[in-house]
């Protein structure tokens, strides 16, 4: 398993180096943004990539040529993109240190439940979908959710009072602990359904 | 403990897809000995070595490998097999290097001695990005995974389609030379017979889904034959020994799938020669669809 989640960052090398010139630019130009998006595409820089190379029909016939299982080529991607996750947002968050990019642990863990959140709809997805549609899917999906989802926002603090009401009556630690159960319990359904998905895959 | 004979046995075999079906399919990969599978395209070749190596799953019926199930077993069989594809598996933007990086580590047997003395022997380049590879040298990369791991039993998808005359040469040497200690077991698919008449040992025949045969090449040599005799010894009775004919006014030339029959019923009124397994399967083909 441990080889599995490795091999994501052996196949890309190249990319992990622009890793680091990557965040470096939102670290000088992205002064507008939020820390916690910054974080955010940190911390899926890695896993995202990982599926990306692994999509194609022949590195699937590979990976299950190997003696690995099924279960365990899918429980590798679910554990390793937590690990490059925690290593995307440590490496970011130095970089975002020496650039003087202010920031606060709260940016980090928003990050982070968005992460899961994030995941645990795309992940399934690379299983689902055919090859070669999975970067349209996910660029079209983050481009809607960033176009929908303020709006939406908006309407809903507007108009539905009681909703707001009642997360504002929340204490904060109530807020977090309900937010971060809420991604994790996301993120492992979603492992189970990309269980189920993968068991049944023709290559 | 019990010689498995069998290394790759299937059991009624049922896999279906939508407009295409294996049925039925029985067949036996012998231990120690090279078995060459041959259908046209589109046959079931591929399907069949892909549920041989669990990347699909029969429908009914039992696929079993060393005498295993792939339920329970699927790590400890995998261990021991290696494999050749027809189009390139490995990811194409690596080198060799980083390739033995990521399938090293999962096999419990890789030897990394071993790895580095094949990519010397069949003269790989250790830097270069699998993408510039040719055909012949993805398979020699195939077959030095195999051979890095200890596999006991190959498996190769049209490792010879493609290839320039001289590799398949080489490549017939090397697969030669890997069976010399007798412990490997060689199943591979081609649609070239002679490269089979070369080097395997056995023979499975396959067409539109339905396995035809599966026995050794001795006994379907000795069971077929090309016979060539006078016309007139042509007569409803001998005829149904034939699989294929043809006939002129004086002449006839056919071939026989039941060679023992014909030479006692016409002795040496005819002349019997071998038949090539071109021919073979040739008029197999034609006399399974006269029947169907």
Same mark, same amino acid.
């Given at each position: 398993?441990?080889?599995?989640?490795?091999?994501?960052?052996?196949?890309?090398?190249?990319?992990?180096?622009?890793?680091?010139?990557?965040?470096?630019?939102?670290?000088?130009?992205?002064?507008?943004?939020?820390?916690?998006?910054?974080?955010?595409?940190?911390?899926?820089?890695?896993?995202?990539?990982?599926?990306?190379?692994?999509?194609?029909?022949?590195?699937?016939?590979?990976?299950?040529?190997?003696?690995?299982?099924?279960?365990?080529?899918?429980?590798?991607?679910?554990?390793?993109?937590?690990?490059?996750?925690?290593?995307?947002?440590?490496?970011?968050?130095?970089?975002?240190?020496?650039?003087?990019?202010?920031?606060?642990?709260?940016?980090?863990?928003?990050?982070?439940?968005?992460?899961?959140?994030?995941?645990?709809?795309?992940?399934?997805?690379?299983?689902?979908?055919?090859?070669?549609?999975?970067?349209?899917?996910?660029?079209?999906?983050?481009?809607?959710?960033?176009?929908?989802?303020?709006?939406?926002?908006?309407?809903?603090?507007?108009?539905?009072?009681?909703?707001?009401?009642?997360?504002?009556?929340?204490?904060?630690?109530?807020?977090?602990?309900?937010?971060?159960?809420?991604?994790?319990?996301?993120?492992?359904?979603?492992?189970?359904?990309?269980?189920?998905?993968?068991?049944?895959?023709?290559? | 403990?019990?010689?498995?004979?069998?290394?790759?046995?299937?059991?009624?075999?049922?896999?279906?897809?939508?407009?295409?079906?294996?049925?039925?399919?029985?067949?036996?990969?012998?231990?120690?000995?090279?078995?060459?599978?041959?259908?046209?395209?589109?046959?079931?070749?591929?399907?069949?070595?892909? =549920?041989?190596?669990?990347?699909?799953?029969?429908?009914?019926?039992?696929?079993?490998?060393?005498?295993?199930?792939?339920?329970?077993?699927?790590?400890?069989? &995998?261990?021991?097999?290696?494999?050749?594809?027809? /189009?390139?598996?490995?990811?194409?933007?690596?080198?060799?290097?980083?390739?033995?990086?990521?399938?090293?580590?999962?096999?419990?047997?890789?030897?990394?001695? &071993?790895?580095?003395?094949?990519?010397?022997?069949?003269?790989?380049?250790?830097?270069?990005?699998?993408?510039?590879? /040719?055909?012949?040298?993805?398979?020699?990369?195939?077959?030095?995974?195999?051979?890095?791991?200890?596999?006991?039993?190959?498996?190769?998808?049209?490792?010879?389609?493609?290839?320039?005359?001289?590799?398949?040469?080489?490549?017939?040497?090397?697969?030669?030379?890997?069976?010399?200690?007798?412990?490997?077991?060689?199943?591979?698919?081609?649609?070239?017979?002679?490269?089979?008449?070369?080097?395997?040992?056995?023979?499975?025949?396959?067409?539109?889904?339905?396995?035809?045969?599966?026995?050794?090449?001795?006994?379907?040599?000795?069971?077929?034959?090309?016979?060539?005799?006078?016309?007139?010894?042509?007569?409803?009775?001998?005829?149904?020994?034939?699989?294929?004919?043809?006939?002129?006014?004086?002449?006839?030339?056919?071939?026989?799938?039941?060679?023992?029959?014909?030479?006692? =019923?016409?002795?040496?009124?005819?002349?019997?020669?071998?038949?090539?397994?071109?021919?073979?399967?040739?008029?197999?083909?034609?006399?399974?669809?006269?029947?169907?």
């Amino acid at each position: 398993m441990f080889n599995l989640i490795k091999k994501d960052f052996v196949i890309q090398k190249t990319q992990i180096l622009l890793f680091i010139p990557f965040i470096i630019f939102f670290a000088i130009f992205g002064d507008h943004m939020s820390p916690a998006f910054i974080f955010l595409l940190a911390s899926t820089y890695i896993p995202l990539n990982g599926y990306i190379y692994d999509e194609q029909v022949e590195s699937n016939i590979l990976l299950n040529s190997l003696p690995y299982t099924r279960k365990e080529i899918v429980s590798a991607k679910y554990i390793g993109a937590i690990a490059y996750m925690i290593l995307g947002i440590g490496v970011a968050s130095v970089i975002l240190y020496l650039f003087n990019f202010g920031f606060m642990i709260r940016d980090i863990t928003i990050a982070m439940g968005l992460f899961f959140v994030f995941s645990a709809f795309a992940f399934p997805l690379f299983y689902v979908l055919k090859p070669g549609y999975i970067g349209v899917v996910v660029i079209f999906g983050m481009i809607l959710l960033a176009g929908v989802l303020p709006p939406l926002f908006r309407l809903l603090t507007e108009h539905l009072t009681t909703i707001t009401d009642f997360l504002t009556s929340l204490s904060t630690t109530t807020l977090y602990l309900s937010g971060a159960a809420i991604s994790i319990i996301l993120y492992l359904t979603s492992w189970m359904v990309s269980q189920l998905i993968y068991q049944r895959k023709v290559f | 403990m019990r010689k498995i004979e069998n290394i790759v046995e299937f059991n009624n075999v049922n896999k279906y897809f939508k407009d295409f079906s294996l049925e039925n399919i029985n067949l036996q990969v012998k231990q120690g000995q090279i078995t060459g599978f041959v259908g046209a395209n589109g046959a079931g070749k591929s399907t069949t070595m892909k =549920l041989m190596m669990n990347l699909l799953q029969p429908d009914t019926g039992e696929i079993k490998v060393f005498g295993k199930d792939y339920a329970n077993h699927e790590k400890e069989l &995998k261990e021991r097999i290696g494999f050749v594809y027809d /189009s390139n598996v490995f990811y194409e933007s690596l080198n060799l290097k980083d390739i033995r990086k990521i399938i090293g580590p999962a096999y419990k047997n890789w030897s990394d001695s &071993k790895f580095y003395d094949y990519i010397k022997k069949f003269e790989l380049p250790l830097n270069k990005a699998i993408k510039t590879f /040719s055909k012949g040298m993805l398979m020699k990369t195939s077959l030095a995974m195999a051979l890095s791991h200890e596999a006991e039993f190959i498996m190769m998808d049209e490792p010879t389609a493609g290839l320039d005359p001289v590799f398949r040469r080489e490549l017939l040497d090397i697969l030669k030379e890997m069976m010399e200690d007798g412990r490997r077991t060689i199943f591979f698919s081609t649609h070239i017979t002679s490269d089979l008449e070369r080097i395997a040992d056995n023979i499975t025949f396959i067409q539109s889904g339905k396995i035809l045969f599966n026995e050794s090449i001795r006994d379907i040599q000795e069971r077929y034959a090309l016979v060539k005799g006078n016309a007139n010894l042509i007569n409803h009775d001998i005829e149904k020994y034939f699989i294929s004919m043809e006939r002129s006014s004086t002449e006839f030339q056919a071939i026989t799938n039941n060679a023992e029959e014909v030479r006692s =019923l016409l002795g040496d009124q005819v002349v019997m020669e071998e038949a090539s397994l071109e021919d073979i399967m040739f008029y197999t083909k034609g006399a399974s669809r006269q029947y169907v």
